[in-house]
């Protein structure tokens, strides 16, 4: 079996690799297993001082690494040297807080001394999407290391080159050897992996279909798993907002990454009052988008990452029409090569089509009109996916209150949903459990011990 690196702009296969075979993947965990011991023997600062390296790796790497990921994945370039940079500063943040998050914590109780101590698991298997190839491997591992976990690394198969590269970077940044590893290896492969003794929990980002298996094989072995999964993020429009201001806000949430981002917005509920306004405004703001190279800086609309994604994409918008959706813009092809997709807005989306049930991982807008905030919320709330969401007014205290509301893992007001490194990040229902980030994701992959002194 091999792994194809195809352009999605072009369709041109870049270069193939072989999967390993399970004797090589044996030999790569007997090789991590005693490299992680001397891993977490070692102090925070002295951990620290690697992740600092690798920021600077980041950066002193940030072109050829951006391109990387544009070749391979099919991103502008500029977010493609965005993604990096935020990297480097996921790296920095741990390097200067996980001593912090991690510190013993003194407790008193009935003995003479009693404290709660964060102890590494031991080996952590991530695996890994292409829709952020590094940022998200760097979201996971980075806590995960500074606890003084080892990690192995699945990646998606369409993003080889990515995972090779990451695997490198530690390497240059003079990361202890096979203390972080890149396995070359099939998702069936990874599931296996579960059930070696030698892996103490996994993460995975992907779908709610993989997320299920994954959690089924970390369940028959006991082993600890977070899980980050899809999402239909909504953003609410109440009528008292900028409607320029907050539609030029929407194309942003809606089309970064060509929409192919698990916290972008997918569902816009919008007061009726304002609803027709804010389409039209929208619509002429995809107007004037400019598919193209995504290398160029003029270009404005990417292609997918993959041929199969933009025909399922495409699929979920007609049977959305045929329930009576209403296709204001876009919504085909373009060209004859590449994945590139036309932005689309889908009007009056109601519960029961695709374009509300399902998550839409692509460049369309699902336009759904309530009559008042009370109605906004029911249908935000109206999913199986809770990752994130966004409320839009000119009062910051009803927003805030709005946003208590959302059943998510994380809510916006005014702003657009993203992952920080200082705030926990993760969903619940159906988009997944666990957190990344913040010192609640440091604290994912620890043994959190008690000690108690007589």
């Known amino acids: 079996m091999s792994m194809q690196s195809i352009n999605p702009a072009t369709g041109q296969i870049m270069q193939s690799f072989s999967t390993w075979q399970a004797d090589q993947i044996s030999i790569a965990l007997d090789q991590v297993e005693p490299a992680q011991a001397g891993w977490a023997a070692l102090g925070y600062e002295q ?52 001593a912090l998050y991690l510190r013993d914590e003194v407790i008193a109780s009935d003995a003479s001394r009693s404290v709660v101590v964060y102890q590494p698991l031991g080996i952590v298997l991530c695996i890994m999407p292409w829709n952020f190839p590094f940022w ?57 992996m579960i059930a070696d003794r030698r892996i103490a929990a996994v993460t995975l980002t992907g779908s709610c279909a993989a997320g299920r298996k994954v959690a089924a094989m970390a369940g028959q072995h006991l082993k600890k798993c977070v899980l980050e999964l899809g ?18 806000q929407a194309l942003v949430a809606r089309l970064q990454n060509m929409g192919q981002s698990c916290i972008a917005a997918k569902r816009f509920i919008l007061q009726e009052t304002i609803a027709d306004v804010f389409v039209e405004q929208l ?19 990417a292609p997918m990452a993959r041929m199969d994604l933009r025909s399922e994409l495409q699929a979920q918008v007609e049977r959305s029409q045929a329930l009576g959706a209403q296709l204001v ?9 590449g994945a590139y997709y036309a932005p689309a807005i889908l009007d009056h989306v109601q519960p029961g089509m695709p374009a509300f049930d399902e998550e839409l991982f692509g460049p369309v807008a ?50 657009i949903v993203k992952s920080d490194p200082r705030l926990p990040f993760g969903g619940i229902k159906e988009s997944g459990y666990g957190r990344e980030l913040s010192y609640h994701g440091a604290r994912e992959f620890v043994n959190i011990k008690t000690v108690w002194v007589r």
């Open 329 to 337: 813009t876009g919504g085909l092809p373009i060209g004859e090569q």
């Open 47 to 98: 951990r620290a001082q690697f992740f600092r390296q690798l920021a600077q790796v980041f950066r002193q790497n940030s072109e050829s690494y951006a391109h990387l990921i544009t070749e391979e994945m099919g991103k502008l370039l500029k977010e493609a040297r965005a993604e990096i940079e935020k990297c480097a500063i996921g790296c920095e943040h741990y390097a200067d807080h996980a």
């Open 136 to 192: 998200q491997l760097i979201r996971a591992a980075a806590p995960a290391m500074m606890a003084g976990n080892a990690v192995v690394l699945k990646h998606a198969s369409n993003v080889p080159q990515c995972a090779l590269a990451l695997e490198a970077a530690f390497q240059q940044a003079g990361f202890p050897a096979n203390t972080f590893r890149t396995f070359m290896i099939s998702a069936a492969q990874a599931e296996s």
């Open 366 to 415: 699902a336009i759904v009109r309530v009559k008042n905030a009370e109605e906004a919320v029911q249908l935000a709330n109206r999913t199986q996916f809770g990752l994130g969401g966004s409320v839009w007014t000119r009062d910051p205290a009803r927003g805030e209150a709005l946003a208590r509301q959302i059943h998510a893992g994380c809510t916006f007001v005014n702003g």
């Open 231 to 248: 999402g239909s993020d909504p953003f609410i429009v109440l009528d008292d907002v900028d409607i320029e201001s907050t539609a030029q």
């Open 283 to 301: 619509q002429t703001l995809i107007s004037q988008l400019r598919s193209g190279d995504p290398k160029d800086t003029g270009t404005t609309i």
